[in-house]
């Protein structure tokens, strides 16, 4: 395994795109991959490697349930504010399915890693779709990893970032029925505080709720204010560096569950970018 050994070898296994799946891709596929070239490039923030961001969404390897998420979930925008180089290593923390890991991946380069780690709430909706789209593949650097909030299993100093996609919000989201179990939110903080490098970047994208609730509905709606989120952050050693409304959606009041029919997929999302301090 390539990369700066962020995780201990036991504790992690490596799947890889199936070589069927590859075969499955169809010549339309080419063809939108040349026009997303084209579209995203012009839209990636300028700090960015455009050419990495663009050839990483447009990689024909993607499933078509991913590419469909992309015009909702905009990843030229988040991979842009990372800034990532060939070579990093970064983790994308209760990853789901793998959707930006597998972008990731596409930017930091078969030198790099990419640590997609899932917590027992999170993998046991999704080991069946990593064991089939991890299997043979012989490009992207993901080590799939399943730890416990307690004891992420992280090496200290060896990340160069961290993402949290809609996630964030389940560290104080207790169900242990569903393997969500109360989180100590600074023991966490401190985890992911302590694998990043100097300047190590940390970005936070979530659903919003109404202004001024805190995570007071959390547990009811699956959000929480961007304020709380902010202060919570900035307050576990991570100095904010900026923000983004990208995701905005002024037509979600932003009262319904993030499940319910009308809203999902369409939630007013907040993005946040801090460093290590």
Avoid at 104 to 130: F, H, M, P, T
Wanted: aromatic share 8%; hydrophobic share 40%.
């Amino acid at each position: 395994m390539k990369g700066s050994g962020a995780v201990n070898s036991h504790q992690i296994v490596q799947y890889d795109l199936s070589d069927l799946e590859k075969r499955r891709m169809k010549f339309s596929r080419y063809v939108f991959s040349t026009l997303a070239v084209l579209l995203i490039a012009a839209s990636v923030p300028a700090s960015a490697d455009d050419d990495l961001i663009a050839s990483a969404i447009a990689n024909d390897n993607r499933t078509e349930v991913d590419r469909d998420r992309d015009a909702r979930s905009k990843p030229e925008v988040i991979l842009g504010l990372l800034d990532l180089e060939s070579g990093q290593a970064v983790i994308d923390v209760f990853a789901g399915g793998g959707y930006y890991s597998e972008l990731l991946a596409g930017v930091v380069g078969e030198e790099g890693q990419v640590i997609l780690q899932n917590n027992y709430g999170y993998a046991k909706w999704v080991e069946k779709s990593l064991q089939e789209r991890y299997i043979d593949n012989e490009v992207p650097p993901i080590t799939v990893l399943r730890s416990e909030v307690p004891d992420l299993k992280l090496s200290p100093a060896s990340l160069d970032a961290a993402l949290m996609v809609m996630s964030y919000h389940d560290l104080y989201y207790y169900n242990p029925e569903v393997g969500f179990e109360r989180a100590d939110v600074p023991a966490f903080f401190a985890q992911i505080h302590a694998a990043l490098k100097p300047g190590g970047k940390l970005l936070i994208v979530d659903h919003a709720a109404p202004d001024g609730t805190g995570n007071s509905i959390t547990q009811e709606i699956h959000r929480i204010d961007e304020a709380f989120a902010r202060e919570d952050i900035e307050g576990n050693r991570f100095r904010f560096v900026t923000s983004s409304d990208a995701l905005r959606n002024p037509d979600d009041d932003r009262s319904q569950n993030v499940f319910a029919k009308s809203i999902r997929g369409k939630t007013d999302r907040f993005i946040l970018l801090f460093e290590k301090q």
